[in-house]
């Protein structure tokens, strides 16, 4: 993996950073910032970003997400987006594209899941793991389904965040009756058994 994620050349495009009156060239201008965001978090792995597009999460254990380059700045051009417009953006993202939701709907300040790979997509790695290694309708902690290396956990899911797995867990692979969340005595999630 190259160190650095090489934005597309629209990203050094000026009018790209203020919001376009005519509502065509905004539409196109909505759907650039969306392939840029999702291209950037699939490349370093980030499944969460703050409102202002700061990388929340990633994937890559070795990776430090303060020293990642800014998807909504260029400094090079003297850029960036106001709030306002990244809050269009981000809107766009999830409500148009649906590649992303709140993490809280109730607290969009808590950021977003960035949907680089579909929840489907991801529920379907996480069930072929499960079954491929003979432990289907046995219980799973969230370490064993994310961390652990004694497992022969797949590259795509390991370290995966373990709020964005009970997200899978809960609003695909139980909605297609083939998981079931166990809470422990502490009413936290304490395993799931993938069936």
Request: with cysteine; charged share 20%; net charge negative.
């Amino acid at each position: 993996m190259t160190t650095e994620f090489v934005f597309p050349k629209i990203h050094t495009f000026p009018p790209l950073y203020t919001e376009q009156p005519n509502s065509t060239i905004l539409s196109n201008q909505l759907d650039s910032w969306c392939q840029i965001i999702l291209q950037y978090c699939e490349f370093y792995k980030i499944t969460s970003l703050n409102r202002n597009g700061t990388p929340k999460y990633s994937q890559i254990e070795s990776l430090s997400i303060d020293s990642l380059p800014p998807i909504f700045e260029n400094k090079s051009i003297n850029r960036s987006t106001n709030d306002n417009f990244r809050n269009v953006i981000i809107h766009h993202l999830i409500y148009k594209l649906k590649k992303a939701q709140y993490i809280d709907p109730k607290k969009p300040e808590l950021g977003i899941y960035v949907y680089w790979r579909s929840l489907v997509e991801w529920g379907q790695l996480l069930y072929d793991y499960v079954d491929s290694t003979g432990q289907l309708g046995t219980v799973l902690t969230l370490y064993e389904l994310t961390k652990s290396d004694e497992s022969g956990l797949p590259d795509s899911l390991k370290n995966l965040d373990e709020g964005l797995l009970i997200k899978i867990v809960k609003d695909y692979l139980i909605k297609q009756g083939k998981a079931q969340i166990l809470m422990n005595e502490d009413n936290e999630i304490g395993g799931v058994k993938i069936v």
